[in-house]
């Protein structure tokens, strides 16, 4: 058996804001990545929800989340995408409203509006979360 990396852990904990504008929901591409993430990212030590969640946002896509509109929209469970085979991440999704302009900040290198046809450009957790939001009716298949 081979040593086990304690720097790897076994589950990801990460949050991520579902934007949905006209069908379609908001992706970000990170410099260096060929496949799309639903922004946000990991919580930091002793961050709830709402404050890692909106420390995430506002250095990927610029905006203010108002933390008085958080909705729990799902949590998914899925392979974690740029993790040693047998990595999960748990991404727990909120919807929220923002207030600013949505633009690509620091690791991000582009935004993108998605729709359920565009799932073959996300990481695993992002398919599921699309699914989701078609089956729900709230962006096109
Ligand atoms: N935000 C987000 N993270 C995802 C998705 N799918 C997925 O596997 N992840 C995983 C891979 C990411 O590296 C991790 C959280 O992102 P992050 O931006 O905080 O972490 P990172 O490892 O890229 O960067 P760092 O902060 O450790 O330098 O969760 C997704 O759709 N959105």
């Given at each position: 058996?081979?040593?086990?990396?304690?720097?790897?852990p076994?589950v990801v904990d990460a949050l991520a804001w579902?934007?949905?504008?006209?069908?379609?929901?908001?992706?970000?591409?990170?410099?260096?990545?060929?496949?799309?993430?639903?922004?946000g990212g990991k919580r930091e030590p002793g961050e709830n929800d709402a404050e890692a969640l909106i420390r995430e946002v506002?250095e990927?896509?610029?905006?203010?989340?108002?933390?008085?509109?958080?909705?729990?929209?799902?949590v998914?469970?899925?392979?974690a995408?740029?993790?040693?085979?047998?990595?999960?991440v748990r991404l727990t999704c909120y919807?929220?409203?923002?207030?600013?302009?949505?633009?690509?900040?620091?690791?991000?290198?582009?935004?993108?509006?998605?729709?359920?046809?565009?799932?073959?450009?996300?990481?695993?957790?992002?398919?599921?979360?699309?699914?989701?939001?078609?089956?729900?009716?709230?962006?096109?298949?």
């Open positions: 058996m081979g040593a086990v990396d304690s720097a790897t076994a579902v934007h949905v504008r006209d069908g379609r929901v908001l992706q970000v591409r990170p410099k260096g990545k060929d496949v799309f993430y639903f922004p506002a990927e896509v610029s905006v203010q989340l108002d933390p008085a509109t958080l909705q729990l929209f799902t998914v469970d899925a392979a995408h740029g993790y040693p085979e047998g990595t999960r919807t929220a409203e923002c207030t600013g302009d949505l633009a690509p900040r620091s690791e991000i290198a582009e935004l993108a509006w998605f729709t359920q046809a565009d799932a073959d450009r996300c990481a695993p957790a992002g398919v599921r979360v699309l699914a989701e939001l078609a089956q729900r009716g709230l962006v096109t298949r």
